[in-house]
């Protein structure tokens, strides 16, 4: 193997367990604690959920950072109020994030954005770590929000 070469790492269907992990984390969040913030500087619980599924939408929707699916950008912002909501949208973008990565010439692809005075070339692989890693990262903050409220999760990572 030559040094700049990788081996072969097969992740994807390893992803499903963080989705569902936030599913559990959409289920488990109090009625009245989906606006609560630790402080007012911070997302609220809803917010964060909104965030998380928006971000899927927009690397893979609107072209502006690379992937156009050709599937809609529907401003969720606006119409993810309720627990059913916050859910049906994880689902519906994780569907998408599916899609994507069995979408071969899509992960394969270059994709540019100029960013702050420089263009940016990405290809589909980094596009699915960098959702992968967001995902993540907002799963963690969310167990943090749980732990603040004395909610017990059970998911242990
Ligand atoms: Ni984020």
Not at 50 to 74: C, F, M, N, T
């Amino acid at each position: 193997m030559q040094s700049n070469e990788f081996p072969c790492l097969h992740i994807s269907r390893y992803w499903r367990s963080v989705q569902d992990n936030l599913l559990q984390i959409v289920d488990l969040v109090p009625d009245d604690k989906f606006d609560w913030s630790p402080k007012d500087d911070l997302w609220n619980c809803r917010g964060i959920l909104i965030h998380v599924a928006d971000a899927r939408d927009g690397w893979l929707a609107d072209g502006r950072h690379g992937v156009q699916d050709g599937e809609p950008y529907p401003n969720i912002w606006l119409t993810a109020r309720t627990r059913d909501d916050l859910r049906r949208e994880l689902v519906r973008t994780f569907e998408r994030v599916e899609r994507f990565l069995n979408n071969r010439s899509q992960l394969d692809a270059a994709y540019s954005e100029e960013w702050n005075g420089q263009t940016l070339t990405r290809n589909g692989h980094w596009i699915a770590f960098h959702l992968l890693e967001h995902d993540i990262h907002h799963r963690a903050e969310l167990l943090q929000r749980l732990a603040l409220l004395d909610i017990a999760h059970g998911i242990d990572i």
